[in-house]
């Protein structure tokens, strides 16, 4: 079956402090893997997919087929990070129905 | 980038009612699809609307519970049905475009219905 999960609800962290969002996925063929961020009182909006290998406001995901994950991190959480993230999958061979986690609100204090 | 636009906003129904969902988008679309957010759900995908075809339905949804309408390549309504208070969610409507081969997913700002 195909499944995206995120076994954090919340994760609350300092300013400062690296974060980890975690990000497991089954699905049998080989999916291209996605963030999405929604922050307060805006829409959902792609942070980063694993094809482009890129960095976005510090936030990097290294795809680990062996593991089956594509967890999402920063080493230094800033305030505005504040939002809630979602892990996403999608089937290989061109733009397919998006499968999202559960989500995990990403709470950084000062 | 693709701007997306959504009507209504809000709406609270009465149970047994529809609501039509509008959404519109600033560019010419091939793929538009409809999602439903339940409160503390994720994101679960309801049907793909694509211009000039029937949308094709998910698992566990059906086209008299939820009908779509796809006009053109801007524009498509989704109709919830005989509602009833498990219908509250937020509903999104998302369409694919991109440039440079990398096609993106873009979100509209959702039509939260609340069903009493």
């Known amino acids: 079956a195909q499944r995206v999960t995120q076994p954090e609800k919340l994760l609350s962290v300092f300013k400062g402090a690296p974060v980890e969002l975690k990000c497991n996925y089954s699905y049998s063929g080989s999916p291209e893997l996605f963030w999405y961020v929604q922050y307060s009182r805006q829409r959902l909006q792609l942070l980063l997919r694993h094809i482009s290998r890129e960095s976005i406001k510090g936030f990097t995901a290294d795809l680990n087929k062996g593991e089956t994950s594509f967890h999402l991190k920063k080493p230094f959480a800033q305030e505005e990070d504040s939002a809630m993230y979602y892990c996403?999958?999608?089937?290989?061979?061109?733009?397919?129905?998006?499968?999202f986690g559960a989500g995990t609100r990403l709470a950084v204090h000062p | 980038s693709a701007v997306i636009s959504q009507k209504p906003s809000r709406d609270i129904c009465q149970r047994g009612t529809s609501l039509t969902i509008q959404c519109q988008v600033d560019s010419q679309v091939t793929m538009m699809f409809w999602y439903r957010q339940q409160p503390g759900q994720s994101l679960t995908l309801i049907a793909t609307a694509n211009q000039g075809s029937e949308a094709t339905y998910e698992s566990g949804f059906v086209i008299d519970k939820f009908p779509i309408s796809r006009p053109n390549l801007t524009f498509s309504t989704l109709t919830v049905s005989n509602l009833s208070p498990e219908d509250s969610s937020i509903y999104l409507c998302?369409?694919?475009?991109?440039?440079?081969?990398?096609?993106?997913?873009?979100f509209g700002p959702g039509t939260r219905l609340t069903v009493l």
């Open positions: 996403a999958l999608s089937g290989s061979g061109g733009y397919n129905k998006l499968i």
């Open positions: 998302s369409v694919v475009g991109g440039q440079g081969g990398l096609d993106e997913q873009f």
